[in-house]
């Protein structure tokens, strides 16, 4: 479908097209995913309101659909305060979803086109450190089903995601804007997720090379400049992609790297206009 998908927290816009949609309040029953709802503002042409929408519902506006895929508002949940909503053109849509007045399935989910313009760095942050007897492809099969079961999404939220040992995986297609837990818009950011978790442990020098090699590549194959990698944290509250990633970010070593082999690479950049 044509549409967009955006995480809001109370007093938050989403604009898509000639729609506009201002997040009012999130109303929590006290259980996780239990009769939660929002409240939000709707503008489109001819008509405004206010209205309310329950977790995993939907409402259609004149031509758009409003889905409410979900409703983070228990007092542990990851993303607490956040409502991840879709806004879709109707004409857009199966008649099946078009028709329904429920948010659907993950696989219902819509694949947000994008133009790449950013490179932006994660960690997957799992509770422990990942391991070298870790089976890496196990680690990015729990990822997905985590990411369909309790998040609702309908692939793995990064572009790429890198093992200990520098091993590239691909994830979710880069033509796909990938997913967040936090504020900020994905779109137009290549992600590149580290398995494990940087906050408790170092990335091993495959990982920084590997690293820097995808990011050259990105920043060569989609007219990306320097100035436009960062990290998950330069963008949202979050800790994402942990300090001892961080630091690489903070020191310039990354954004010094890709200089340096874009330098003596022989593959013409591709040229992007902000």
Aim: hydrophobic residues 35%; glycine residues 10%; proline residues 5%.
């Amino acid at each position: 479908g044509d549409g967009v998908r955006r995480n809001a927290a109370p007093g938050d816009t989403i604009r898509f097209s000639d729609i506009e949609l201002v997040a009012v309040e999130i109303r929590g029953a006290g259980g996780e995913g239990v009769g939660d709802s929002i409240v939000v503002a709707v503008s489109v042409p001819g008509e405004a309101g206010v209205h309310t929408l329950a977790e995993g519902s939907a409402q259609t506006f004149g031509d758009y659909r409003i889905a409410a895929v979900a409703i983070r508002a228990a007092e542990n949940e990851l993303g607490r305060g956040l409502a991840e909503l879709e806004i879709a053109v109707t004409s857009s849509l199966p008649e099946t979803l078009r028709l329904s007045a429920a948010a659907g399935r993950p696989a219902d989910r819509l694949r947000v086109p994008h133009e790449i313009t950013h490179i932006t760095l994660h960690h997957s942050g799992s509770a422990e450190p990942l391991r070298p007897e870790d089976d890496p492809v196990e680690k990015l099969r729990n990822l997905q089903l985590w990411g369909e079961t309790d998040r609702g999404w309908w692939d793995v939220p990064y572009h790429f995601l890198i093992g200990l040992d520098g091993t590239i995986f691909e994830g979710r297609a880069y033509r796909y804007a990938g997913e967040t837990n936090t504020r900020y818009d994905p779109r137009g950011h290549l992600l590149i997720s580290v398995l494990g978790n940087y906050n408790l442990q170092e990335p091993t020098p495959e990982q920084i090379e590997a690293i820097a090699n995808l990011m050259t590549w990105s920043a060569a194959e989609f007219g990306v400049s320097t100035d436009n990698i960062r990290g998950h944290s330069d963008l949202a509250a979050t800790s994402c992609p942990g300090d001892h990633l961080r630091k690489y970010l903070e020191d310039g070593t990354f954004k010094r790297l890709v200089r340096e082999k874009l330098a003596h690479s022989n593959r013409p950049r591709q040229q992007h206009n902000e």
